[in-house]
């Protein structure tokens, strides 16, 4: 037996801000809770994709994450980059070379996460 991604959970300082840029993002539907936090599933309500919980009460974001996501455009790269930019997103330097396969940004409140140029499964 083994295990499997359920949920990717985010410690924010804004929620409605971040639930309103992740939700646009990977195209997920946001419910704001009660209790301060908030929920995003995927649009198809499918098991099998991960759903993201963002909670309330993150300090200020200091240094490089040690886990980010790896997102792959359902479109065209350079357009994706482009539509994350518009939501909020910022390019970020965490040491790159220039010859990665992936762009590095930042949601609204510093996160780091990266656009693959390629599926990881594919060989280059």
């Given at each position: 037996?083994?295990?499997?991604?359920?949920?990717?959970?985010l410690d924010v300082s804004d929620v409605g801000l971040m639930?309103?840029?992740?939700?646009?993002?990977l195209g997920y539907r946001a419910d704001l809770g009660d209790?301060?936090?908030?929920?995003?599933?995927?649009?198809?309500?499918?098991?099998?994709?991960?759903?993201?919980?963002?909670?309330?009460?993150?300090?200020?974001?200091?240094?490089?994450?040690?886990?980010?996501?790896?997102?792959?455009?359902?479109?065209?790269?350079?357009?994706?980059?482009?539509?994350?930019?518009?939501?909020?997103?910022?390019?970020?330097?965490?040491?790159?070379?220039g010859d990665e396969p992936f762009e590095v940004l930042a949601?609204?409140?510093?996160?780091?996460?990266?656009?693959?140029?390629?599926?990881?499964?594919?060989?280059?």
């Amino acid at each position: 037996m083994t295990s499997k991604i359920a949920q990717w959970t985010l410690d924010v300082s804004d929620v409605g801000l971040m639930a309103r840029f992740w939700a646009a993002a990977l195209g997920y539907r946001a419910d704001l809770g009660d209790d301060g936090c908030a929920k995003l599933f995927p649009p198809d309500g499918s098991p099998e994709r991960p759903t993201v919980w963002l909670q309330a009460g993150a300090p200020a974001k200091q240094g490089k994450l040690r886990g980010h996501l790896d997102l792959i455009a359902e479109g065209e790269l350079a357009a994706e980059v482009e539509r994350l930019l518009g939501l909020g997103a910022t390019r970020a330097v965490v040491g790159q070379s220039g010859d990665e396969p992936f762009e590095v940004l930042a949601d609204p409140e510093g996160n780091e996460f990266c656009l693959l140029h390629r599926h990881p499964g594919q060989r280059s």
